[in-house]
């Protein structure tokens, strides 16, 4: 049944298979795995930035004598602002009937909630505990993870930890553990090793609760220091018959004690705090432009895309973090990471206010390596040294400049992408050639293909080490937009000269790209061997990069046609495959040479490279106005968007990292749902709303999408407001909310701004 469309985008994303919550900042509760997803409250892993941290809390209702009542799990609903699950109680020895809705959400401030309210279904009055617990491992030999400061002030639990995982250096965090109503009693205990598992019968609690009360006491002590320590926190409920309470459970955590204290103490004292969380996520979606139209999954997947952003985006300034920005993905992914800026910048530029897409930049000048790279990864704390990939940051400055136009911005990140520039040409171009190298699959964030076979048979060898060189048609196209960037910054900067030699460095990078990548014969670009100078021949994804360019004129296009909307080749029923159809190392499953891969690109369809793809069709449909790459246009990026919906259903949106090119099926094996490394928004606002900035002008021009209705209002380029609404086959535009013009397909209108 069709689900009527809401202007509310928390309830339109509303449904009963999902769980991921956060607040946009540094407290993300998004198990990919989830082992304990019925239990109350958070037990399944959480991240405070990168760093694994479990559990945050369980709670379960008790008797007068310590033994747990049994609580069944019935039903889960979830949108961005929280995730309700409810429960049944039911005793027959005691008579009750217990009804259980528990509400839970995280909020900015890193404070993950749980606010219950409890029914008595029964006649009479129930007496009943709650108890609520979380445990945290105590490791001083192993240096992995240990506990200080452990406090208890007003009835809140506090404490330092020290957490240690993996290559990352160590991070010394929070956490402030508290109810409301004020608890009536509380213990801290320290445990030998034991299962860490959500049950109330297996803490040192349940012994402990002697005569209706923990006995409020600090036990750190033992034969040794190693080991768990259980923090519990317990509260009397009394309910009159077919009455409820409410209580909520509050875990916050952050880079102090003081820190976390006062971010849970206005938690603990607001009524319903899961409504500081609904007011979050709200304010959040008035930042963006809203859009509706009559195709549902376009309209579901554009909110769903902003909430995706926003979940794995982190405000905090710390360490490496000065500004705000976007992560990649969930758990590993759960940092900034080169490869996906640029895309984070693409879509970001379109919120009201460009702080972060300006960070997602800033971020990485600011960590920039000594030799002018920019780093893979960034540790909040801690730089991964082998880490580098390549990416399109031209184009994203550039365009983020055509919204929010900033002189002082270009001025803070000139020279270090200056700096970028000289790193490439000194470093991964040493014939000066104007082709640039790739030194290692993973480096372009494009791994396990046949294209680095093409000049090493070891090249898929799972290390970090220079292994082969590769001139990349990629890479070599994302130094060229970068260099047109920087021209373009130098003219607004006054550096005249610095333009002008930028200028002529891409156009020696566009000639090295005609003569050297093209193939005459075959109409394609290749990679090139630089040990031969010869072209590899092989056909990937990638090949195609220079038609988001200008690199391209008019008598490329056939090539483009001929092979991109080949069945043979890339025009899969879900297209684009990262590797071409008839490639020998081609595979429509995750594999590559057999195994099941976590990130194999030869042959699945990748929304990263789906967005290079559908860039390349629209700039050469536009440039050349050729219709009927317009409509191809159409064909794909309608394909492209419904792939990311589970079982094609249009409410349930997701986006993982690769999907089958025959069948659309997502990697969930791999367990990484909402994953940012695409600029989907992008494209739906410059070509299905057809919204697009130049210098000085924005050109309103929507593509042929067959449409019956479409609106996006509040759309903030340089300070005027845009509206754009489609019946049919004519739309309407209108500037600072005074109408402008009106249209029909195929004729735009051009403002001037």
């Known amino acids: 049944m069709k689900r009527q469309i809401t202007s509310n985008p928390l309830q339109l994303l509303k449904?009963?298979?999902?769980?991921?919550?956060?607040?946009?900042?540094?407290?993300?509760?998004?198990?990919?795995?989830?082992?304990?997803?019925?239990?109350?409250?958070?037990?399944?892993?959480?991240?405070?930035?990168?760093?694994?941290?479990?559990?945050?809390?369980?709670?379960?209702?008790?008797?007068?004598?310590?033994?747990?009542?049994?609580?069944?799990?019935?039903?889960?609903?979830w949108r961005p602002d929280r995730l309700i699950q409810r429960y049944e109680c039911r005793r027959k020895?005691?008579?009750?009937?217990?009804?259980?809705?528990?509400?839970k959400s995280i909020l900015p401030s890193d404070v993950a909630i749980s606010v219950l309210n409890?029914?008595?279904?029964?006649?009479?009055?129930?007496?009943?505990?709650?108890?609520?617990?979380?445990?945290?491992?105590?490791?001083?030999?192993?240096?992995?993870?240990?506990?200080?400061?452990?406090?208890?002030?007003?009835?809140?639990?506090?404490?330092?930890?020290?957490?240690?995982?993996?290559?990352?250096?160590?991070?010394?965090?929070?956490?402030?553990?508290?109810?409301?109503?004020?608890?009536?009693?509380?213990?801290?205990?320290?445990?030998?090793?034991?299962?860490?598992?959500?049950?109330?019968?297996?803490?040192?609690?349940?012994?402990?609760?002697?005569?209706?009360h923990l006995p409020n006491r600090l036990q750190l002590t033992g034969s040794s220091s190693d080991g768990l320590i259980y923090f519990c926190l317990h509260t009397e409920l009394v309910i009159p018959p077919r009455a409820e309470c409410s209580v909520t459970v509050a875990l916050a955590v952050g880079a102090t004690l003081e820190e976390a204290r006062q971010n849970l103490k206005p938690v603990l004292r607001h009524h319903n705090p899961i409504e500081l969380s609904s007011l979050s996520w709200l304010d959040y979606?008035?930042?963006?432009?809203?859009?509706?139209?009559?195709?549902?999954?376009?309209?579901?997947?554009?909110?769903?895309?902003?909430?995706?952003?926003?979940?794995?985006?982190?405000?905090g300034s710390e360490g490496n973090y000065r500004h705000p920005v976007v992560c990649e993905g969930i758990q590993h992914f759960r940092a900034p990471i080169s490869y996906s800026a640029p895309c984070h910048m693409m879509e970001t530029k379109w919120m009201h206010e460009p702080d972060l897409a300006r960070g997602s930049l800033a971020t990485f000048i600011d960590n920039q390596r000594e030799d002018g790279g920019f780093r893979g990864y960034i540790d909040v704390h801690h730089y991964r040294q082998e880490m580098f990939y390549h990416a399109h940051w031209g184009t994203a400055l550039y365009q983020l400049h055509l919204l929010h136009p900033s002189k002082e911005y270009f001025e803070d990140v000139y020279d270090g992408l200056k700096r970028l520039a000289g790193y490439y040409d000194r470093e991964r171009d040493e014939e000066v050639s104007g082709l640039y190298d790739i030194d290692n699959h993973f480096e372009t964030g494009q791994e396990f293909m046949h294209r680095y076979l093409a000049v090493d048979p070891r090249a898929d060898q799972e290390n970090w080490g220079e292994v082969f060189r590769l001139k990349g048609v990629?890479?070599?196209?994302?130094?060229?937009?970068?260099?047109?960037?920087?021209?373009?910054?130098?003219?607004?900067?006054?550096?005249?000269?610095?333009?002008?030699?930028?200028?002529?460095?891409?156009?020696?990078?566009?000639d090295a790209v005609l003569t050297n990548m093209w193939d005459p014969t075959q109409e394609m670009f290749f990679d090139v061997n630089p040990k031969t100078g010869e072209r590899t021949n092989v056909k990937a994804a990638t090949c195609f990069y220079p038609y988001l360019t200008d690199i391209v004129d008019s008598s490329h296009l056939p090539g483009l046609k001929k092979h991109l909307f080949s069945k043979r080749e890339f025009w899969t029923p879900f297209p684009f495959p990262?590797?071409?159809?008839?490639?020998?190392?081609?595979?429509?499953?995750?594999?590559?040479?057999?195994?099941?891969?976590?990130?194999?690109?030869?042959?699945?369809?990748?929304?990263?490279?789906?967005?290079?793809?559908?860039?390349?069709?629209?700039?050469?449909?536009?440039?050349?106005?050729?219709?009927?790459?317009?409509?191809r246009f159409v064909q794909f990026l309608t394909s492209y968007i419904r792939m990311m919906f589970f079982d094609r259903d249009p409410h349930r949106p997701n986006c993982f990292e690769h999907y089958n090119p025959f069948t659309g099926a997502p990697s969930r094996y791999r367990g990484i749902d909402d994953y940012q490394h695409s600029w989907v928004n992008d494209l739906i606002i410059k070509y299905v709303c057809g919204i697009r900035p130049d210098v000085f002008t924005v050109t309103i021009d929507p593509f042929p999408f067959g449409l019956q209705h479409l609106r996006i209002d509040k759309v903030l380029i340089r300070g005027r407001w845009i509206t754009v609404e489609l019946t049919g086959n004519r739309f309407t535009v209108a500037l600072d909310g005074k109408h402008q013009a009106t249209s029909k397909m195929g004729r735009p209108i051009v403002l001037q701004i």
């Open 15 to 77: 449904r009963t298979d999902k769980w991921y919550i956060g607040g946009g900042n540094r407290l993300l509760w998004a198990p990919p795995f989830p082992v304990h997803l019925d239990v109350p409250g958070f037990w399944d892993p959480a991240h405070y930035y990168n760093y694994e941290l479990e559990p945050l809390f369980t709670w379960a209702l008790i008797t007068n004598n310590g033994s747990s009542r049994p609580i069944r799990f019935l039903a889960r609903e």
């Open 93 to 103: 020895e005691e008579d009750i009937s217990l009804s259980i809705t528990e509400t």
């Open 118 to 212: 409890v029914r008595n279904k029964s006649r009479k009055p129930a007496t009943i505990h709650l108890v609520a617990w979380n445990v945290r491992r105590q490791d001083l030999q192993k240096q992995i993870s240990w506990i200080e400061d452990v406090q208890s002030t007003n009835k809140i639990l506090s404490f330092r930890q020290l957490l240690r995982q993996g290559v990352s250096a160590a991070l010394e965090m929070a956490t402030a553990f508290g109810l409301s109503p004020q608890p009536t009693s509380w213990s801290v205990n320290l445990s030998e090793r034991t299962a860490i598992q959500p049950r109330w019968e297996l803490t040192p609690f349940a012994e402990l609760f002697i005569r209706e």
């Open 285 to 315: 979606f008035q930042s963006l432009p809203p859009l509706t139209c009559s195709d549902e999954y376009i309209t579901t997947y554009f909110a769903y895309r902003w909430y995706g952003l926003r979940l794995n985006t982190i405000f």
């Open 474 to 510: 990629d890479v070599t196209v994302y130094v060229y937009e970068l260099k047109q960037a920087l021209a373009f910054a130098a003219d607004v900067l006054g550096r005249s000269d610095e333009a002008d030699l930028w200028l002529l460095e891409a156009k020696k990078i566009k």
């Open 578 to 631: 990262s590797s071409s159809v008839d490639d020998p190392y081609f595979s429509a499953s995750p594999a590559w040479k057999g195994k099941r891969m976590n990130c194999p690109w030869n042959g699945r369809v990748w929304p990263m490279t789906n967005s290079h793809l559908a860039e390349a069709i629209a700039t050469c449909a536009i440039r050349f106005d050729d219709r009927l790459l317009r409509l």
